[in-house]
């Protein structure tokens, strides 16, 4: 009898440790674009685009989502975004080179968007803005804002 009960009390330990680790799930109605392994969703939607492409008008704000179980960046190519249009990464970070630095010296958290939490930016300015997830950019991580007046 011993034993069973003490199977029973670590089962229910882990499952209440487990919980705790797996975090709330985020709803598809809160966040425009996920992160999840190597990608940011939504994929490409029309035929010939490079990149998975999200569109928006200039004054919207756009939310990422990490809906997977790795940490991302929501990160700006310094020269990917139109001329006039203000630096934007997870981390809060002024220009590319400062979020790659704090990446890969863990400064600040590096711009991590851990899993289940969101990074938003509103768009002030029409183009388009690519940007990356630092850790996940060799396996091709990339995404495109486009954004009309």
């Known amino acids: 009898m011993q034993r069973r009960a003490f199977l029973a009390t670590a089962g229910a330990g882990v499952a209440a440790a487990l919980a705790g680790c ?6 598809s109605s809160e966040y425009d674009i ?23 008008t200039v004054g919207d704000t756009v939310v990422w989502a990490n809906t997977g179980s790795r940490n991302h960046t929501v990160t700006a190519y310094g020269d990917g975004i139109p001329d006039g249009a203000a630096y934007w990464a997870s981390g809060g970070f002024d220009s590319e080179q400062a979020a790659r630095e704090a990446w890969e010296n863990s400064i600040g958290g590096g711009g991590i ?29 990339l995404g495109k804002v486009v954004v009309t007046e």
């Open 22 to 27: 797996i975090g709330p799930s985020l709803s």
């Open 34 to 56: 996920g992160m999840q392994s190597n990608a940011f969703v939504p994929e490409p939607a029309v035929e010939g685009n490079d990149v998975p492409t999200f569109e928006v």
């Open 113 to 141: 968007v851990r899993p289940s939490e969101t990074y938003e930016h509103t768009f002030e300015v029409a183009g388009e803005h690519y940007y990356v997830c630092i850790p996940h950019e060799g396996a091709g991580m």
